[in-house]
């Protein structure tokens, strides 16, 4: 590592360090404060566990009277996924967990309104029809981890399971979250904390301890086409999709407010620094390990990146120009190239921009986040040309 040097652009003062073989990915993450709107961001790159970047910039709040420091952290919407995805996956390892195994046979409710054979992959593959529940959710009652997940034990699922996926966007992690939870006696951020943050010291909570909230920075919303447009577009949308992405609606509004911090969403709430990001992706990219540290087997690192299946997802599938593939817990890069040119990286994206990269074969996890939010569940651009610098210097 170079030592650190401050960089600054008309646009923002960025700070950290960067390794000159990567001279690329700081000039990318310039031209997203100069050319492409970003307020405040992070990103940090490893490449076989050895930081190669870490850099920080910008403004932690809309009214820009707060610096992006050091140890900002911010709420990384689905990003969240792929820590979750590490819990169930950590459970297999351990034989706690058979992911082919019924979802009934560790939560019984869930048996209901034939869903009895379900298998655990479904819900980590976005492939249980449970995208979104059908009843209308309140935010009040979508905060009430009981309520939430009794509902989907009812539900019956809007498509027959396994068929297609079909992006689970909040549900994902009510879902996953309980199978833990019955498996372990332990929400997933407690089990995540006492498991893998906690030893591994990275900065990532899901949900946000009251104490840490003076650290956070402020979502803002995304620019986005006006109230008629969006509802035209969303009108046009499969029932089980519009479920999905609205089913309770949030946004920058919601995920800057106490009550959402003090929630367990292991879906979309996860709050940290780029560092932990790239932390919590590195344990895949380096097939298991952490440092010296062995967090899963490498059987266990490569089973996650199983695909299940490619198709044009239910929700997500007018975004891309492609079919896409999950596997179990995380999306594989395929034909889109969401995670570099290597077909089997993998990784995940956070609504309006953030980033979690694992590519076991270059050895490589970058994490990257944000606060002004872009349109996209996906893809952001910001992100991609931080992905392809991060690939050009490899």
Not at 24 to 36: G, K, L
């Amino acid at each position: 590592m170079s030592e650190p040097d401050p960089v600054r652009s008309p646009a923002a003062t960025i700070e950290g360090q960067c390794d000159p073989r990567f001279a690329a990915v700081r000039d990318a993450f310039e031209a997203n404060f100069r050319d492409r709107d970003e307020l405040g961001a992070a990103v940090t790159v490893q490449v076989h566990g050895e930081t190669v970047v870490d850099l920080w910039g910008g403004w932690a709040d809309a009214a820009r009277t707060r610096r992006w420091e050091r140890d900002t952290v911010v709420n990384v919407w689905s990003t969240t996924k792929g820590a979750t995805a590490l819990c169930a996956h950590l459970l297999a390892d351990r034989g706690l967990l058979d992911l082919d195994a019924p979802v009934a046979t560790y939560w019984p409710e869930f048996g209901a309104a034939g869903k009895e054979t379900l298998p655990v992959r479904f819900l980590l593959s976005h492939r249980a029809g449970l995208s979104g529940l059908r009843e209308p959710l309140s935010l009040a009652e979508f905060y009430d981890w009981e309520t939430t997940t009794a509902r989907l034990a009812a539900m019956e699922p809007w498509w027959e399971p396994g068929t297609r996926s079909g992006y689970h966007a909040l549900t994902y992690g009510f879902l996953v979250g309980e199978v833990i939870r019955r498996v372990t006696g332990q929400l997933p951020g407690a089990f995540l904390h006492e498991e893998v943050t906690g030893p591994l010291d990275l900065d990532f909570t899901i949900g946000l301890p009251e104490k840490e909230a003076p650290r956070a920075a402020e979502l803002v919303h995304p620019r986005v086409a006006s109230s008629s447009e969006q509802a035209a577009l969303f009108a046009q949308l499969d029932p089980a999709a519009q479920a999905a992405l609205a089913n309770p609606p949030v946004g920058a509004t919601e995920a800057n407010s106490a009550p959402w911090r003090a929630a367990e969403v292991p879906a979309a709430n996860g709050h940290g620094t780029a560092r932990a990001v790239a932390g919590l992706y590195g344990v895949f990219a380096r097939r298991g390990r952490s440092g010296e540290r062995v967090v899963l087997s490498e059987r266990a690192a490569e089973r996650a990146r199983e695909g299940q299946g490619s198709c044009r997802d239910l929700v997500l599938g007018a975004g891309f120009a492609h079919d896409t593939e999950c596997a179990l817990g995380l999306w594989l890069s395929g034909p889109n190239a969401s995670y570099g040119p290597n077909p089997r990286a993998f990784g995940h994206d956070g609504f309006g921009g953030s980033c979690g990269l694992a590519d076991p074969e270059a050895g490589l996890s970058l994490g990257y986040v944000m606060n002004r939010m872009g349109p996209r569940i996906a893809d952001d651009p910001r992100k991609m040309a931080l992905v392809e610098a991060a690939y050009a210097a490899l």
